[in-house]
């Protein structure tokens, strides 16, 4: 009898201690402060998110980053409210990410959603943003990949507001309604429609890459970020339907986002592949041919 109450206890202490971390509800008031959450998450100097700047980033080269079986679609798909946000496992094809600044092969743990977006760009906060979190492969597991400053990689993907709905959250969207209340809180259920990854994903041609932490605590700052600057369209409605979910009885959470933190001379890498690189070649031929017109016409002018 004793035992079974020590049990109960301390599984009420450790629900209670996993529900502890939240957000403010700007909804309701919008100078509602975001709340400390202790340890790293208010020690760390490589915290995450931050504000990218395209004009104040480093330059950088690398190998393309290759992407294996983001194509493929993942029928047994399992989707969770976990009070913070809604996270999506149980692929059964293994996704792997190389390439790039990383030094090795990183396999999808998980995906999750933020609304409004974490990381801001120019200073522009967009309306979601999608985290694929991924762990190297070298580390048996999440746990303990997160005591390695080269444990995780997260690709960040942002969403902007459109008059199109996005294929790819629909299908997400369909099952929402399943996981809304606080009753289904922590009960998995799963996602209705296949999907596959990269439906989630624009082009992967230009990023910026820094070192930073996760943004949910322990805040560990075992993050090698990704976050892409093409961003995505989704809806307002559908962006909408993720704030119905419910963190408490009764209580939506109206947003899921941590605020901007402090970049503390980091370095932050942009990465323009293709695009920019076929553009400078483009405009310097161009400017070849006008160079060669100009002789041709002088030419004929002397003629
Ligand atoms: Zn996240």
């Known amino acids: 009898m004793h035992l079974l109450f020590v049990v109960l206890a301390c599984s009420t202490l450790a629900l209670s201690a996993a529900n502890e971390w939240g957000y403010p509800d700007l909804e309701n008031n919008q100078d509602e402060p975001f709340p400390k959450w202790g340890g790293l998450c208010d020690s760390g100097k490589k915290q995450s998110p931050i504000n990218l ?10 190998d393309p980053l290759k992407f294996e079986n983001y194509d493929e679609h993942q029928g047994s798909l399992q989707m969770v409210n976990n009070g913070h946000s809604i996270q ?9 990410l190389s390439g790039g600044a990383l030094g090795s092969d990183y396999v999808v743990e998980q995906i999750h959603m933020h609304w409004w977006s974490e990381h801001t760009i120019n200073t522009i906060r967009y309306p979601l943003e999608v985290h694929i979190v991924h762990r190297n492969t070298i580390y048996p597991n999440i746990t303990m990949a997160a005591n390695f400053k080269d444990g995780i990689t997260v690709l960040g993907v942002l969403y902007h507001v459109s008059n199109t709905p996005n294929e790819a959250i629909d299908s997400i969207i369909k099952s929402l309604g399943e996981i809304k209340a606080y009753e289904q809180q922590n009960v998995p259920v799963n996602v209705a429609d296949s999907l596959a990854v990269d439906d989630l994903i624009p082009s992967v041609a230009n990023y910026f890459t820094y070192a930073g932490s996760l943004t949910t605590p322990t805040c560990a700052e075992a993050v090698t970020w990704i ?17 119905e979910i419910e963190y408490d009885q009764g209580k939506q959470l109206h947003n899921n986002y941590r605020e901007i933190q402090s970049e503390n001379n980091r370095a932050v890498v942009l990465v323009e592949q293709l695009q920019r690189a076929g553009a400078a070649q ?4 161009g ?11 002088q030419k004929i002018n002397l003629l």
Do not use: R, W
């Open 227 to 243: 976050v892409l600057t093409q961003t995505f369209p989704v809806t307002l409605a559908q962006v909408n339907e993720f704030k």
């Open 88 to 96: 999506i496992s149980g692929f059964d094809h293994e996704l792997t």
């Open 287 to 297: 400017l070849s041919l006008t160079l060669l017109l100009c002789f041709a016409v």
């Open 53 to 62: 700047h395209v004009n104040g980033a480093l330059k950088g080269e690398f």
């Open 282 to 285: 483009l405009s310097a031929l």
